[in-house]
């Protein structure tokens, strides 16, 4: 969408209380759209809204669980509500969990709060805005934050990196349907690397019975004769969230199916020639 069609309209940042989300939110802001900041922590939420109206921009914090969808549901009512047409969605919230844990030493449950979190929060995002969104007439926009993560091998991360490799292969399939079904609703796929956010202490979020340090979960780096593995705001080459918000805005005003904050690792291009080496290989023959 261009500059123009974004300016006056309204925008939703899940996970928009601090880091990648705050910066969106105030990117946006500063092009001149109102925006709904949700987190999980309102008083975080309620700072960047704050902000936002700082900018001269109306802004409203949503306290917003994005795993429970009656409460995604509720901030859409809210959204539209206090400032009527929604034209940008960003399903930015996310978890992951420190320490890292191979994946026979988590449990089902650490699995399932990441994925009800990363995967169906952005499900819920689009179920509960997509429709009004279709009926508008106007363009408008949907970003889901997916991870470097689902571009490498990041051993001790297994469940972080399949619950954005499921948003990825979700966001692509919904391009492509808004796309056949004449709706002007675009979709980008944000690939974040390394960046300097809290997002490592996501696990406080959890009932205490469920922290790894109650649990006494084994960590990564048991296997690995005590090196620990440094991603996230640990990893060299880790960027200040204020950077990711001007990409995100460039994504949407060009509509972008992807924006990367870091050059693709070199992972991705050997993926794609063993693939296309495999895709050469004769049929088997019985």
Not at 106 to 116: E, L, Q, Y
Not at 242 to 249: A, E, H, I, S, Y
Request: contains cysteine.
């Amino acid at each position: 969408m261009r500059r123009e069609q974004l300016r006056g309209r309204g925008a939703v940042v899940t996970g928009g209380g601090g880091g990648i989300g705050r910066s969106i939110a105030m990117a946006l802001a500063g092009a001149g759209m109102d925006v709904v900041v949700a987190d999980v922590d309102v008083a975080a939420a309620e700072r960047v809204r704050d902000e936002v109206r700082a900018l001269g921009r109306r802004a409203v914090a949503v306290r917003c669980d994005v795993s429970q969808l009656a409460q995604v549901e509720a901030l859409a009512d809210a959204a539209h509500r206090q400032l009527g047409d929604i034209a940008v969605l960003v399903n930015n919230a996310g978890v992951t969990w420190r320490p890292y844990r191979a994946s026979w030493d988590a449990s089902v449950d650490d699995f399932a709060w990441i994925m009800g979190v990363n995967f169906w929060g952005a499900l819920h995002g689009h179920r509960a805005f997509v429709p009004r969104m279709g009926r508008s007439g106007l363009p408008s926009h949907i970003v889901n934050t997916s991870s470097a993560a689902t571009l490498r091998p990041v051993p001790g991360h297994a469940a972080y990196t399949a619950s954005k490799a499921a948003i990825d292969g979700f966001s692509m399939a919904v391009r492509a349907e808004y796309e056949a079904a004449g709706l002007d609703i675009g979709v980008t796929l944000l690939y974040p690397g390394p960046v300097r956010t809290g997002f490592a202490g996501s696990e406080r979020l959890r009932p205490e019975a469920d922290r790894a340090e109650t649990r006494g979960v084994v960590p990564w780096s048991s296997y690995t004769d005590g090196q620990p593995l440094r991603a996230g705001a640990e990893a060299p080459g880790a960027i200040d969230p204020d950077t990711v918000g001007p990409l995100v805005l460039d994504a949407i005003e060009h509509d972008r199916p992807y924006v990367m904050t870091h050059p693709v690792p070199p992972f991705v291009a050997e993926r794609a020639r063993l693939l296309t080496e495999a895709a050469r290989k004769p049929p088997l023959v019985e």
